[in-house]
């Protein structure tokens, strides 16, 4: 049975794939403005991300596809297909340098606790 969210009977299809959260908004709004209803998948639930970082898809009915593709070559979106995975990877190096410096400060905090619990015994 094809999955459908309530769009139609027609089955959800993948418009294209953004970097941001506010350029997938801005491309529901222009598919909205001309009446093709499109939703989003892979953006934050509750404060956390549901998918994969930097990954948000645009959705539309399959009848709608190929003048959603019109409508979203007129938008001018940014994010380009190429460069997609290079800004994911991108993400995810500035992610992991941000870890590796909180794990430092961490350390560095409990050294100067540690070595401040020793100073004040004496």
């Not at 139609?8 to 959260?21: A, F, I, R, W």
Request: a negative charge; hydrophobic letters at 40%; aromatic letters at 8%.
């Amino acid at each position: 049975m094809p999955y459908n969210d309530g769009m139609s009977t027609n089955s959800p299809t993948k418009l294209t794939e953004v970097y941001t959260e506010m350029e997938a908004a801005m491309i529901v709004a222009a598919l909205k403005d001309n009446g093709i209803e499109a939703h989003l998948t892979g953006e934050y639930t509750s404060q956390f991300r549901a998918e994969s970082l930097g990954n948000v898809n645009v959705l539309v009915n399959e009848a709608d596809l190929a003048r959603a593709q019109q409508i979203l070559s007129e938008f001018g979106s940014t994010s380009d297909p190429d460069t997609f995975e290079e800004n994911s990877k991108h993400l995810r190096t500035a992610w992991q340098k941000t870890c590796r410096i909180l794990v430092i400060l961490g350390l560095v905090g409990t050294l100067v606790m540690f070595i401040n619990s020793l100073v004040s015994t004496f």
